[in-house]
C-alpha cells in the first residue's frame, strides 16, 4: 500500500547508518512501489555540497549496500530525483534559512525529521528546527540510539527533544523491532492458543537470550569504547527482546497498549546492584585469536586506550520478579568477536516429572527455539520414539520452521518496516521516554558496580564463545544448565 506523500529530512545524511542502512530501506521501499510520486528525501549535514553531489553519493550507497540484482536502473532514477541536499550546521544558523525554503514546497505533507547523528546534537538540532519554525501539524522526529550513557544523560536528551516535540511526535528506534523475526514474536505468542498457557513459571525452567555477533568494532572502536555490550546492545535490543518475551497479552497492538506491557516487565527487573553484580553479571574483552577469517586481533589493538576495561561481551542473570515469572532466571548474553552470529531466544521447559520409559530416566525437556538471525526460524524440541523394532527408546528431533523456506520472500531489513511506520504514525515498533528511562534505570547499577570494582573484565579468545564464567554462571542452581551452542 502507497503511504502518504512525505519528505524525509535525514540528519547525518552522509554518515554511516544514512548510507549503510536508510537509504538502502528507503530505496527498497520505493521499488515495492510503496512511496508516492511527490515524496522526497531531503539531506542534511553540516558539509555545503550540490544535490547533484550529494545524489551521486546516495548513487553509490546503494551500489555499494544493495546487491547488483537489487538494483533497478528506472527505479535507481526515480529514487535519485527525490533527493534534496541541505548544508545545515546543527550549532549555528548556517544554512537553516536554505532548509525552510526547501521544505516550503512540501508543506502539506507528512514532514519526519531523521537524527542519525550523534546523540548530543539531537537537543541542538531539535531547538533550531523549533526556531525556524519548521513543525506543521503533520511533523514528527526519529531518534537512533544510544539514547543517553545512564539515566541521567538519557533524561537530558529526553527532555531536550520533548521541549520541541510532543511524545506522540517522538519515535525512538531500536531497530530489533523491525525484525520480521522480533515481530513473529507477537504472533507466535498470541495468534496461538498452545504456547500461553504453559508460558510461566510453573512450566519453563529457564529462558536464554542470545545476540552473538562474530565482528569486532569495525573501525567503530572510538564509539564503541565509551559504550561496551552493555550500553550498546543490552540496554536497547536485549532487553527490548525479553519485554516480547515476558509481557502480557496487551489488549490490542495499539502502541500504547504494547508499550505499557512492556514497561511493567522492564519495572518487574529484580535490582542488580554491587552485592548481586558478581553472581549474576559477567563480563569480557576478547584476546587475539583465530576465527573462520584466520587470526584477528585483540580489542586492546583496535582501540586507542590500550588500558581499556570496557566490556566486549557480557552474560546476566535477570529476573522478572512478578506472579507469572518468579524463579524463572531469563539468561541473557550478548559479544563481539564470539564463534558465531546467531541471535535467538531459547524457551527452556520443565522436564517431565517422571519417566515410565525403563532406561530412559533424565528424558530431555522441551524446547522452543526461536531463530531471530541468521537463518530465520521457529523449532520445537520434542521427545519421540526412535523408529524400529528394538524397544521403546526415546529420541529428540525438532518440529522445524524455517522463514526462508516456508516462505521463499525476501527478508526485509528492520529500518524498511520501521520508516515507512513513522510516515504511518504507527509508533507500536518505538520506544516511549518511559521504556527507555525504565531499561537504563535497571542498567545503572550494574554500570556502577563494575566501575567500582577493581577486576577487568574476564579475557576471552576471539572466536570462542566467551569467558568460562559465562558457563559457570548459567549453571549456578541447575549443573546441567547450558548456553545454546
Ligand atoms: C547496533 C550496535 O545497535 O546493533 C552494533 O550498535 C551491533 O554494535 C548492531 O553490531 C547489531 O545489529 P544487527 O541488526 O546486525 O544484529
Not at 513459571?201 to 565509551?226: K, M, P
Not at 552470529?341 to 527452556?348: F, G, H, K, L, N
Not at 521457529?378 to 524400529?388: A, E, F, R
Not at 523394532?389 to 518496516?417: C, H, I, Q, T, W
Request: charged fraction near 30%; hydrophobic fraction near 40%.
Amino acid at each position: 500500500i502507497v503511504v502518504d506523500p512525505f519528505d524525509y529530512v535525514v540528519f547525518g545524511a552522509t554518515g554511516d547508518l544514512a548510507r549503510r542502512k536508510l537509504l538502502p530501506a528507503l530505496y527498497h521501499r520505493d521499488l515495492d512501489g510503496q512511496i508516492p510520486e511527490e515524496a522526497r528525501i531531503i539531506g542534511v549535514s553540516r558539509r555545503p555540497q550540490s544535490d547533484k553531489a550529494y545524489r551521486e553519493m546516495v548513487k553509490e550507497a546503494l551500489e555499494a549496500y544493495l546487491k547488483p540484482e537489487e538494483l533497478d536502473r528506472k527505479v535507481v532514477a526515480k529514487f535519485l530525483a527525490r533527493i534534496r541536499y541541505v548544508g545545515a550546521d546543527a550549532t549555528t544558523d548556517a544554512g537553516w534559512a536554505d532548509l525552510a525554503t526547501t521544505l516550503e514546497e512540501g508543506k502539506e505533507r507528512i514532514r519526519a525529521f531523521y537524527l542519525a547523528t550523534s546523540p548530543d546534537l539531537f537537543g541542538p538540532i531539535c531547538e533550531q528546527i523549533g526556531k525556524h519554525n519548521l513543525i506543521t501539524e503533520k511533523t514528527r522526529v526519529v531518534v537512533e540510539k544510544p539514547l543517553g550513557k545512564n539515566l541521567k544523560s538519557a533524561r537530558a536528551t529526553n527532555d531536550a527533544v520533548g521541549r520541541i516535540f510532543a511524545e506522540e511526535q517522538i519515535y525512538r528506534i531500536d531497530h530489533y523491532l523491525g525484525k520480521e523475526t522480533v515481530q513473529n514474536l507477537m504472533a507466535l505468542r498470541f495468534a496461538n492458543a498452545l504456547f500461553e498457557p504453559l508460558w510461566n513459571s510453573a512450566h519453563i525452567e529457564h529462558v536464554q537470550i542470545t545476540v552473538a555477533e562474530s565482528l569486532g568494532v569495525e573501525g567503530r572502536g572510538d564509539y564503541y569504547d565509551t559504550s561496551g555490550a552493555l550500553r550498546d546492545m543490552v540496554q536497547n535490543h536485549i532487553l527490548q527482546l525479553l519485554c516480547l518475551v515476558a509481557m502480557e497479552p496487551p489488549s490490542s497492538m495499539d502502541a500504547d497498549a504494547v508499550r505499557d506491557e512492556k514497561l511493567k516487565v522492564l519495572k518487574s527487573l529484580k535490582p542488580i546492584d554491587t552485592r548481586e553484580v558478581n553472581n549474576c553479571t559477567v563480563r569480557g574483552q576478547y584476546k587475539s585469536g583465530v576465527d573462520r577469517a584466520g587470526v584477528v586481533p585483540a580489542y586492546l589493538d583496535e582501540v586507542s586506550n590500550k588500558q581499556s576495561r570496557t566490556e566486549t561481551f557480557v552474560a546476566i542473570k535477570a529476573e522478572v520478579n512478578n506472579w507469572r515469572w518468579a524463579g524463572v532466571p531469563f539468561y541473557l548474553r550478548t559479544g563481539k568477536r564470539l564463534a558465531t552470529r546467531v541471535s535467538e531466544i531459547i524457551v527452556s521447559f520443565k522436564a517431565i516429572p517422571h519417566s515410565i520409559f525403563d532406561g530412559e530416566e533424565g528424558v530431555p525437556a522441551n524446547e522452543l527455539v526461536i531463530r531471530l538471525q541468521p537463518d530465520e526460524g521457529v523449532k520445537l524440541w520434542l521427545m519421540i520414539k526412535d523408529p524400529g523394532p528394538g524397544g521403546m527408546r526415546l529420541k529428540r528431533v525438532a518440529l522445524d520452521m524455517s522463514f526462508a523456506a516456508a516462505f521463499k520472500v525476501r527478508n526485509p531489513d528492520a529500518y524498511e518496516r520501521l520508516l515507512l511506520d513513522v510516515i504511518r504514525g504507527n509508533a507500536t515498533l518505538f520506544m516511549r521516554r518511559d521504556e527507555v528511562e525504565q531499561a537504563w534505570t535497571w542498567i545503572d547499577p550494574i554500570l556502577d558496580a563494575w566501575a567500582a570494582s577493581d577486576k577487568p573484565p574476564k579475557p576471552y579468545m576471539a572466536g570462542s564463545w566467551g569467558p568460562d564464567e559465562a558457563r559457570d554462571l548459567i549453571r549456578i542452581g541447575n549443573p546441567a544448565r547450558e548456553w545454546h551452542e
